[in-house]
Nanobody
Framework: HVQLVESGGGSVLAGGSLRLSCAAS????????MGWFRQAPGKEREAVAI????????WYNDPVKGRATASKDNAKRTVYLQLTNLKPEDTGMYYC????????????????????????WGQGTQVTVS
């Protein structure tokens, strides 16, 4: 069973930045997807950024486009999320997720952001922007 462990959350002032990390406990499928979702109180969980582990392909959701940079280090089985110019609406629990099967890099955002294909989830790390 793969465990995903997030770190890097915290309280940040609006306009600030932070970097989240997610490390997988064991081997991850080389051509899978791995990335970040978030959930604010009373709202549905939404995708933030997803990275294709097999090549340079990243998808960003509109609320963070231009402010987020997702990256990966496959040797460390880790993905990162750098968020800048943070806004109060970025507040929420940030979850790392990964697929255990092939993730087609030609897919569009709607398909890649579908939570149902992500088999592994972390416990989440809280981000609070004030």
């Amino acid at each position: 069973h793969v465990q995903l462990v997030e770190s890097g959350g915290g309280s940040v002032l609006a306009g600030g930045s932070l970097r989240l990390s997610c490390a997988a406990s064991r081997y991850m499928y080389d051509n899978g997807c791995m990335g970040w979702f978030r959930q604010a109180p009373g709202k549905e969980r939404e995708a933030v950024a997803i990275v294709y582990r097999g090549a340079d392909r990243t998808w960003y959701n509109d609320p963070v486009k231009g402010r987020a940079t997702a990256s990966k280090d496959n040797a460390k089985r880790t993905v990162y999320l750098q968020l800048t110019n943070l806004k109060p609406e970025d507040t929420g629990m940030y979850y790392c997720a990964a697929t255990s099967e092939y993730c087609d890099p030609r897919r569009g955002r709607d398909e890649v952001f579908n939570r149902n294909q992500y088999d592994h989830w972390g416990q989440g790390t809280q981000v609070t922007v004030s």
